[in-house]
């Protein structure tokens, strides 16, 4: 198994940016389709981003597209998501996660997953 946890994450007013870090452990990340989630209280877990083993394919929920971008440095064993332009309806806790399968980015199905880290977004 895989090990996952983030960090970066902080308050920030609307308008700004912050990028987002998951360091891996335990297994090569290169093995794993990884994704990032985001959940809000009394709100269900949303997909957000996700990235192949080699970071040829790349998916991002609508919400966020073309403000968001994740990326993954398999020499580091660590994944990113930067978020530029945030809005207060962007405030959750963000977390991390990993798939067993490298080649082909889904949304749901995800096996490992970290603590995650919040983000609050001021208007």
């Known amino acids: 198994q895989v090990q996952l946890v983030e960090s970066g994450g902080g308050l920030v007013q609307a308008g700004g940016s912050l990028r987002l870090s998951c360091a891996a452990s335990g297994r090569t990340i290169s093995r794993y389709t990884m994704g990032w989630f985001r959940q809000a209280p009394g709100k269900e877990r949303e997909f957000v981003a996700g990235i192949s083993g080699r970071g040829g394919s790349i998916d991002y929920a609508e919400s966020v597209k073309g403000r968001f971008t994740i990326s993954r440095d398999n020499a580091k064993n660590t994944v990113f998501l930067q978020m530029n332009s945030l809005k207060p309806e962007d405030t959750a806790v963000y977390l991390c996660?990993?798939?067993?399968?490298?080649?082909?980015?889904?949304?749901?199905?995800?096996?490992?997953w970290g603590q995650g880290t919040q983000v609050t977004v001021s208007s």
């Open positions: 996660a990993a798939r067993g399968d490298p080649f082909v980015v889904r949304r749901t199905g995800y096996d490992y």
